[in-house]
């Protein structure tokens, strides 16, 4: 069972409108989580980082939250454009060492 | 600004034959990853780097062998090559090792497509 679930699995929004990603894990402890944007047919691209002190970081349009205490982290994009359709990925760091444990993603579509 | 280039971008092989990929860095960055994305699940990692001349194991390592002769270039092997390595394979690097204290991305290629018949 993968310790880091995504949900929606894939959503559907409208040019303009605002969404807002799930992530939920059981690794513990951790020492960061990640989201990462991963265009189609591109590798993923880094959007935020948060360490376990941390309960909000912003990126842009790009909002991420963290409540260590119930293991969840929220992605919330603002005024959605066509460019923010892509799948968004939450990455937990895992071990002392840092290894990644990576969510299967949230696919998201902006629509004119 | 190069970054993580991979090649090739898209290979097909038949059950059997050997292949090798090339991830090849431009930032001097210590640590290098192959990764595999299979639809519906996670990056899993296959076998990392933590500088030159070492490599070491990661999630799902067997069938595939590594080397880092070079600081820059990380390669990743198939010897015999099955349908269930049909997969999309990214190469990462990073300046350190991602745990919080160092709070560095790592950067991705932009991955090699390979179909197993």
């Known amino acids: 069972k993968n310790q880091v679930e995504q949900s929606p699995q894939s959503l559907i929004i409208l040019e303009g409108k605002n969404c807002t990603l799930q992530c939920n894990y059981t690794v513990s402890p951790f020492s960061n989580l990640r989201w990462y944007k991963q265009d189609t047919g591109r590798g993923p691209v880094s959007l935020t980082i948060?360490?376990?002190?941390?309960n909000t970081k912003s990126n842009g349009r790009y909002t991420a939250t963290l409540d260590a205490d119930t293991k969840q982290s929220s992605l919330h994009i603002t005024a959605s454009q066509l460019s923010d359709s892509a799948s968004y990925i939450c990455v937990v760091s895992v071990d002392s060492w840092g290894k990644l444990q990576f969510g299967a993603g949230t696919q998201v579509v902006v629509t004119p | 600004n190069a970054g993580v280039t991979q090649t090739p971008k898209f290979r097909v092989l038949k059950t059997g034959q050997s292949m090798t990929l090339l991830c090849a860095q431009d930032?001097?960055?210590?640590?290098m990853y192959w990764y595999r994305q299979d639809p519906g699940m996670g990056l899993r990692l296959i076998h990392y780097?933590?500088?030159?001349?070492?490599?070491a194991k990661g999630e799902v390592p067997d069938g595939y062998n590594v080397s880092r002769l070079k600081k820059q270039n990380f390669l990743l092997g198939l010897e015999s090559a099955a349908p269930s390595q049909t997969s999309v394979y990214f190469c990462?690097?990073?300046?350190?090792?991602?745990?919080?204290?160092?709070?560095?991305?790592?950067?991705f290629g932009d991955g090699t497509r390979l179909s197993i018949l």
């Open positions: 930032m001097n960055h210590e640590y």
């Open positions: 990462a690097s990073s300046i350190y090792r991602p745990d919080g204290r160092s709070g560095m991305p790592q950067h």
């Open positions: 948060m360490t376990f002190s941390e």
């Open positions: 780097s933590v500088g030159e001349g070492t490599t």
